[in-house]
């Protein structure tokens, strides 16, 4: 059974440009969410998109946005980049409508560098 | 707004050192408490989940303990492949968003 599958892997992106990140899901799963990781704030919750509806946000900026399309892939796009978005990006899978209720797939995450 | 604090930072044991990892929370109402393991250049991989005082769980060498304030994660005779950074998480009713604390990095020296 495939798992959760994060593309691209590594990144690099100068300040003002956007980046668009994609995940797609363990087969059957309909729940998708985002996080990012940073070493002094550890895991902080971006989104969840459940059935192409995004069901929570997290307290990130506009900059910060996402989609997820009718066969549950999921895409996170971040504009006008600044240095401090450099960070892991993780996506996780779950079966449940509310993904951080249970238990989460994650993916090996997109390593965003911006300069 | 849901805290999750993780202790300590790092921690290092000769193989066979048994210890502890705490975990101590501020929720309005607990749902789940999760741990999950995470290995260098990978996502986190779900270990337990706990959703009540004084529940228990067991896997292998690691066992999670859980009370109104904070869980634990207790590792017996650990091995050098236990390695990895331990992530505590919460979830309440109120708000449906994973909390995650900023974890400790165990390190089992040969």
């Known amino acids: 059974k495939a798992g959760v599958t994060q593309t691209p892997r590594y990144l690099i992106k100068t300040r003002g440009q956007q980046v668009t990140l994609s995940c797609s899901p363990i087969?059957?799963?309909?729940?998708v969410s985002w996080y990012q990781q940073t070493p002094g704030q550890g895991l902080q919750f971006l989104f969840e998109?459940?059935?192409?509806?995004?069901?929570n946000k997290g307290n990130f900026p506009g900059r910060f946005s996402g989609r997820q399309f009718s066969n549950s892939r999921s895409e996170m796009n971040v504009s006008t980049l600044e240095l401090g978005d450099s960070a892991l990006y993780l996506c996780?899978?779950?079966?449940?409508?509310?993904?951080?209720?249970?238990?989460?797939?994650f993916g090996a995450g997109s390593r965003l560098t911006v300069l | 707004e849901d805290q999750v604090t993780q202790s300590p930072e790092a921690l290092r044991l000769q193989e066979g050192e048994s210890s502890s990892l705490n975990c101590s929370y501020t929720?309005?109402?607990?749902?789940?408490l999760f741990w999950y393991r995470q290995d260098p250049g990978k996502g986190p991989e779900f270990l337990f989940t706990?959703?009540?005082a004084g529940e228990e769980k067991e896997k292998e060498r690691l066992k999670a303990t859980l009370t109104k304030k904070e869980s634990f994660l207790h590792i017996t005779a650990p091995k050098p492949e236990d390695s990895a950074t331990y992530l505590c998480?919460?979830?309440?009713?109120?708000?449906?968003?994973?909390?995650f604390g900023t974890g400790t990095r165990l390190t089992i020296i040969p």
């Open positions: 929720v309005s109402g607990l749902r789940g």
């Open positions: 998480a919460v979830i309440d009713f109120g708000n449906e968003k994973l909390t």
């Open positions: 706990l959703y009540s």
């Open positions: 996780a899978s779950s079966l449940a409508q509310v993904s951080g209720a249970n238990v989460l797939t």
């Open positions: 998109y459940f059935s192409e509806t995004q069901r």
């Open positions: 087969s059957g799963h309909r729940s």
